[in-house]
């Protein structure tokens, strides 16, 4: 580590690593899948009585109203848990915003529910990395930050409990915190080698349904109007607008029934993923030709639920800079930082949208996120909550990224 000035080496010593080490395994023991609401419950008070160690005014969100397509096309209510959002020395001329997640993928009777310590120096848990750790490496950071004394310096943070299935109940929440930050940090896990994500496309999902006639199979077939057939129609038809700049996933057919009744109902379940803005409203064109095209060709009735919920994110210039900062931060702490373009999304890309510049995987190292095999590397606790500490620190002393 290069010699820092005297404040700044104060500033990083008084980071704790068994304390977070000991808040991941606390936290990982949780389980938060998005859709365990009395889990998620669980977590979010347990997270609110941590971050109440950092100054300012804490609340628990209620979250907006979010509708979901059944498989039978009916639309209900999706219900989700409350955020966290803690809002310090607003009135302060130097804004930030740091954002996280509580939920995990793993739903309530996942069998991936326990902590290994293994002897290569990391711990495979469910959440560990994504973003359990990352959340303690947050609070961390700023509990050094305020220690040292921050009075040009206000935030706000976010912790949602939906990020895992596309933040749609916290999005407003979002975009508002974001107003008027110079910057954005957001603590989903980098690359084991450390490695950051740089510029990210987006994703749109979409359910449609389609509503044909039934009739028998066998005596009036012509009668009939095949839901199954122009939903699968319409998955091809809309795998054609697939470009170098527009992934698109026919992911699933739900419908139909016995095999002697023409199916008079499907929802068909796309995904598109936009390298660019520009690929939003050519997708969007694509979807309203194929399914004006199928609706007439095989005489249906087809409905759109959904759309583009993560914008693209690219690398423009506050971006470039925010990251110029970080890597020269890290530099001094013998940290090196590298980043790399990658198709998967988070808040990041909702926070960008926003004009803040933003990076958001300033959380621990780590891997195989989504899966049984996830885990995080300890020694990136104390590592990474050094390198946000100072990050946040230098923004402040310079009132911009």
Not at 52 to 79: H, I, K, N, Y
Not at 335 to 364: E, F, L
Not at 376 to 398: F, G, N, P, W
């Amino acid at each position: 580590m290069r010699g820092l000035p005297d404040d700044e080496a104060a500033l990083i010593a008084t980071i704790d690593a068994a304390a977070m080490l000991h808040q991941v395994e606390d936290w990982a023991a949780i389980n938060s899948g998005t859709r365990h609401l009395a889990g998620v419950a669980r977590m979010a008070e347990r997270l609110a009585d941590a971050f109440a160690a950092l100054p300012g005014e804490l609340a628990l969100v209620a979250p907006d109203p979010v509708e979901a397509v059944g498989a039978d096309g009916t639309v209900a209510r999706l219900d989700h848990g409350a955020h966290l959002h803690l809002r310090v020395r607003p009135e302060a001329p130097v804004q930030m915003l740091f954002t996280g997640h509580m939920d995990t993928v793993y739903p309530a009777d996942h069998p991936f529910q326990t902590l290994t310590h293994r002897a290569d120096g990391t711990i495979n848990g469910p959440g560990t990395a994504d973003m359990k750790g990352g959340l303690a490496v947050m609070l961390a950071a700023l509990r050094a930050v305020e220690a040292a004394g921050v009075g040009r310096l206000g935030y706000e943070v976010v912790i949602n409990s939906d990020e895992e299935t596309g933040s749609l109940s916290s999005a407003t929440l979002l975009a508002r915190a974001a107003r008027g930050k110079v910057a954005a940090l957001t603590y989903e896990p980098a690359l084991p080698d450390g490695t950051l994500a740089g510029a990210r496309g987006g994703t749109g999902n979409f359910s449609i349904v389609v509503r044909g006639r039934s009739a028998h199979a066998g005596r009036n077939p012509e009668d009939g109007r095949n839901a199954i057939v122009a939903a699968a129609a319409l998955a091809v038809r809309l795998s054609e607008a697939r470009a170098p700049g527009l992934a698109v996933n026919p992911a699933r057919i739900d419908g139909g029934g016995p095999n002697n009744v023409v199916p008079d109902l499907a929802v068909l379940r796309v995904n598109f993923r936009p390298a660019a803005a520009a690929e939003i409203a050519r997708a969007r064109a694509a979807i309203d030709a194929a399914v004006a095209e199928i609706a007439a060709g095989h005489e249906v009735a087809i409905t759109v639920h959904g759309g583009f919920n993560r914008p693209p994110k690219p690398l423009d210039a506050g971006a470039e800079a925010l990251f110029g900062l970080v890597a020269a931060v890290g530099a001094d702490l013998d940290i090196p930082i590298g980043w790399r373009a990658t198709g998967g999304v988070c808040d990041g890309n909702n926070i960008a949208a926003a004009g803040v510049p933003v990076i958001d995987t300033m959380g621990v190292r780590g891997g195989a996120i989504h899966s049984a095999d996830e885990f995080m590397i300890v020694d990136s606790l104390a590592e990474r909550a050094a390198l946000s500490a100072l990050t946040i620190h230098r923004i402040m002393r310079k009132g911009q990224a």
